[in-house]
């Protein structure tokens, strides 16, 4: 009789995650909630499914284009994997917080699902930490988003990595005054969004646009740098929506140099990416050498009106994988993998090793005790491939009450006392020693 495997692969765009990418992972996540917590931000829990008819009423249409939908068999109705967190907040304040006290700070970690083209080789996943700030309408409230993300990434080591801040109301205003529309427009769109000037000029030339708003189109590709780009912009713009965009957008950062974030700023006024829910200041952080952004978020003063409670709000959400990529190599990313003793016992009595495992975890220590019966060397092989640093050998041929640690690295042998055993600087001991 032939025996048939059965095919056991995952779905392309999903990935399992082994316990050192799942310990680097959350490491990341630690550190950017840490942050979020230190700005006054409280942390909600997500469901994992939504009837698909209330999701959609937070989501534009290129989300919903890439939304997961299926059938509830209890209900008949069409349930849906969130493809992303923020709608999901916007029903949470419009109803289980209607009556609380604004503005409310909310913080979220979770994974999310998007459709994506096959070809791409894109994950379906995405893992997403961030916050919301409901009820303000401030230029401070957007600049206190931009710094949070600074903030963050700084904690998590990185140096050499950019915010790139737009105003989707400036880009909105010049093509509203342009008075073109369908193919045309979107047309118009793509092009500013690739930096094609020689594709902008050809649309002008296609098209009857009046001379101010030919001035103000040709310009967008070009308005993108440090801050003389809102100098320049006022010289060319000239309709009243792009104009206040420009101002609110000069009131944000003149808050984010009170943060002293000044020198991780970048500007760029034609910038037309970003979610159809966004009103105002929008960002996205990129890291040096990696081309997908870490980052991004902005404001959306319309999103929770959709469910009957309207309220200004902004917020923006970090990308963690894209943060893995960026910071794999990293020595702090990489020691978040590793654990701290494995107990080996070399005598019978099983007593000394238990207790001795309690003393350290006691002290903070991540401990495992090496409870199936092996030899030495195969141990110490078991701990170099768990990660372990250190692998404490119990009983034997040290004198009743000691121990040894064994330093994984290089092998070392340090020998301990109990009293060492209570050190605060223990694994600084082993590892100086």
């Given amino acids: 009789m032939t025996h048939i495997t059965p095919d056991i692969s ?19 996540e630690g550190k950017i909630r840490r942050v979020f917590e230190l700005w006054g931000f409280r942390r909600v829990i997500t469901p994992k499914l939504e009837y ?5 009423i937070g989501m534009g249409e290129e989300l919903k284009g890439r939304t997961y939908r299926f059938d509830d068999r209890q209900s008949g109705r069409l349930l849906a994997f969130p493809p992303d967190i923020t709608p999901q907040i916007a029903r949470i304040v419009a109803t289980r917080l209607k009556g609380w006290p604004l503005p409310h700070r909310i913080s979220y970690s979770g994974r999310v699902l998007r459709q994506t083209e096959m070809q791409t080789g894109r994950s379906r996943e995405i893992f997403q930490s961030g916050v919301e700030l409901i009820g303000l309408d401030s230029p401070e409230a957007d600049a206190e988003m931009v710094a949070m993300a600074v903030e963050a990434m700084q904690g998590l080591g990185l140096e050499e990595f950019k915010i790139d801040l737009g105003q989707v109301e400036f880009c909105r205003g010049v093509m509203a005054a342009s008075g073109l529309a369908g193919r ?18 050809k649309i002008l030339a296609g098209n009857d646009v009046p001379p101010d708003s030919r001035r103000e189109i040709a ?85 929770t ?27 702090e990313v990489e020691a978040s993998t590793g654990r701290d003793f494995l107990l080996f016992n070399q005598g019978c009595d ?9 003393l350290l975890r006691s002290r903070g220590y991540t401990t495992a005790r090496d409870i199936i019966r092996r030899g030495y060397d195969s141990s110490l092989e078991y701990a170099r491939r768990m990660n372990i640093r250190s692998m404490l050998v119990i009983g034997g041929e040290p004198e009743s009450g000691d121990c040894v640690a064994v330093r994984i690295s290089d ?23």
């Fill in 219 to 303: 310009a967008l590709p070009r308005l993108f740098g440090g801050r003389e780009v809102l100098d320049e912009a006022g010289r060319v713009v000239k309709n009243d929506r792009s104009r206040t965009a420009l101002e609110n957008l000069r009131q944000v950062l003149d808050i984010l140099d009170i943060h002293a974030v000044g020198d991780y700023l970048t500007i760029d006024l034609g910038e037309t990416r970003g979610l159809d829910y966004h009103t105002g200041v929008t960002f996205e952080g990129f890291v040096t050498g990696l081309g997908e952004p870490v980052c991004g978020g902005g404001r959306y003063d319309d999103l």
């Fill in 184 to 201: 045309p427009l979107k047309d118009l769109r793509e092009a500013v969004a690739r930096k094609d000037v020689s594709a902008v000029a």
């Fill in 10 to 28: 995952l779905p392309r765009g999903v990935s399992d995650f082994l316990p050192d990418a799942a310990a680097k992972i959350g490491y990341i």
């Fill in 411 to 433: 092998g070392r042998k340090i020998p301990l006392t109990r009293e060492d055993l209570g050190r605060a600087d223990l694994m600084e001991y082993i590892e100086a020693g």
């Fill in 350 to 358: 099983r007593r000394e090793a238990l207790e001795t495992a309690r």
């Fill in 52 to 56: 698909e008819d209330v999701l959609a």
């Fill in 305 to 331: 009106v959709r469910y009957g409670f309207p309220a200004p709000a902004t917020g923006f959400t970090f990308n963690v994988l894209n943060l893995l990529q960026a910071l794999e190599r990293r020595p």
